[in-house]
């Protein structure tokens, strides 16, 4: 059974930067498409990034240029660099595995249970 647990998730301003990890329990890490998604209050959860076995990435348009994934196969750990937040970036945010790789919620095989980012001005 797939694990995730998400970390770094806390109070941040505007312009700030925050690192978010998740730790994965799972002998198929390297076989699967990683995804972040985050969920607002009264919205439904979107994908915002990706990053695929080989390390090929994709991005939502709203955090293009401000947030970067990575992903550290050794470690089983996918990680999200939030830069320039804004006070819209106000979300759950959670990990998730995908082995279709489709940026989406549709087929996710896992899910962690979020960590909050609040980003106030």
């Known amino acids: 059974q797939v694990q995730l647990v998400e970390s770094g998730g806390g109070s941040v301003e505007t312009g700030g930067s925050l690192r978010l990890s998740c730790a994965a329990s799972t002998n198929t890490f390297n076989y699967d498409c990683m995804v972040w998604f985050r969920q607002a209050p009264g919205k439904e959860r979107e994908a915002i990034a990706q990053?695929?076995?080989?390390?090929?990435?994709r991005y939502a348009e709203s955090v293009k240029g401000r947030f970067t994934v990575s992903r550290d196969n050794a470690k089983n750990t996918l990680y999200l660099q939030m830069n320039s937040l804004k006070s819209e970036d106000t979300a759950t945010y959670y990990c998730?595995?995908?082995?279709?790789?489709?940026?989406?919620?549709?087929?996710?095989?896992?899910w962690g249970r979020g960590t909050q980012v609040t980003v106030s001005s």
């Open positions: 990053v695929s076995p080989r390390g090929y990435k």
């Open positions: 998730a595995s995908d082995r279709a790789c489709l940026f989406s919620p549709a087929r996710v095989q896992a």
